[in-house]
């Protein structure tokens, strides 16, 4: 193997790496922006309705996402009232006719 070969090896390897921590960096970034969105939504959330979430959270992960994000944005435009179990409900129906 030559010279040149090895140095091209290197170089790939430390590309594959940079691109790994690449990944692993838009990971953490993503994980820090849902724990942002759901310390957002749990402030008006009642007991029951993060009870629920939680356990959406753990079977459907996607849909639990969309659910805080839509909690996040209510909360953001200004809606001041708890969302109940009952409401949590009415946002997770919302979603699944949107996904239709």
């Known amino acids: 193997m030559s010279i040149e070969e090895i140095k091209m090896k290197k170089l790939q390897e430390y590309l594959g790496q940079s691109q790994e921590q690449e990944r692993l960096n838009?990971?953490?970034?993503?994980?820090?922006?849902i724990t942002m969105l759901e310390s957002i939504a749990k402030k008006i959330m009642s007991k029951e309705a993060i009870s629920r979430y939680?356990?959406?959270?753990?079977a459907h992960?996607?849909?639990a996402?969309?659910?805080?994000?839509?909690?996040?944005?209510?909360?953001?435009?200004?809606?001041?009232e708890e969302i109940n179990d009952e409401k949590f409900k009415e946002i997770?129906?919302?979603i699944q006719k949107q996904g239709k």
Not at 26 to 33: A, P, S
Not at 54 to 58: A, R, S
């Open 26 to 33: 838009q990971v953490n970034q993503l994980q820090q922006n």
């Open 54 to 58: 939680g356990n959406l959270k753990l």
């Open 92 to 94: 997770l129906i919302q």
């Open 65 to 80: 996402l969309k659910a805080i994000l839509a909690i996040a944005q209510i909360v953001e435009s200004g809606y001041k």
């Open 61 to 63: 992960p996607e849909t």
